[in-house]
């Protein structure tokens, strides 16, 4: 989402009905400040748990996935919105994961990233609860061909395994978008 400086548009904007959110009665209202975000609760069924996400969010189609992530190894489950410029990835592994350990496989991860992408700096790296289970992230800028990538990436356990995730936007929406983040991984119930 795009900001033009003009806080009390933004406002008006994220606040008006669709015609759909008067049909729809699973919609769930997130406040974020003085703006809200339009969620709909999801079923992630491959990994068994659920979550809230905007609603426009869906599963980005299979040849749209190819391009965007051209490696075979690319996520298993791939969210996105409707213009596919904010991403939320999923991927599970077979290693064995506690809920002591999501914390140290983080910081792996991020060795890593520095590794590979050596002129970036971390912003922030947490540990958020989700019924009772610690999810580990960090955060940070990576550059594309023509623009600033923000990107999250975070591990948390599900049934003892590793579940990896992404979630990307442009740079210039990363403040509303971090948010919202936060706010979607703290709704996952599994199931």
Do not use: H
């Not at 989402?1 to 994220?14: P, Q, S, V």
């Not at 002129?119 to 550059?143: G, H, L, R």
Request: glycine letters at 2%; proline letters at 3%; charged letters at 35%.
């Amino acid at each position: 989402m795009k900001r033009y400086g003009d806080e009390d548009f933004i406002y008006l904007m994220n606040n008006m009905e669709d015609e759909d959110d008067e049909i729809e009665t699973d919609l769930v209202r997130i406040p974020l400040g003085r703006n809200e975000v339009v969620c709909k609760e999801i079923v992630v069924s491959d990994f068994k748990f659920t979550m809230l996400l905007p609603k426009d969010f869906q599963e980005m189609e299979k040849e749209k996935a190819k391009l965007k992530y051209p490696s075979e190894f690319r996520p298993q489950v791939i969210l996105t919105n409707k213009e596919g410029t904010i991403n939320l990835t999923f991927s599970r592994q077979n290693e064995l994961l506690f809920d002591e350990q999501v914390e140290e496989l983080r910081d792996a991860i991020k060795d890593i990233i520095m590794k590979d992408y050596n002129n970036t700096a971390i912003i922030e790296s947490d540990i958020i609860k989700i019924e009772e289970k610690p999810v580990a992230y960090f955060d940070f800028i990576s550059n594309a061909i023509d623009s600033n990538v923000y990107n999250v990436i975070f591990v948390f356990s599900l049934k003892f395994r590793v579940l990896q995730g992404a979630f990307n936007c442009l740079e210039e929406d990363m403040e509303y978008w971090k948010e919202v983040f936060k706010q979607m991984i703290s709704t996952i119930k599994i199931i």
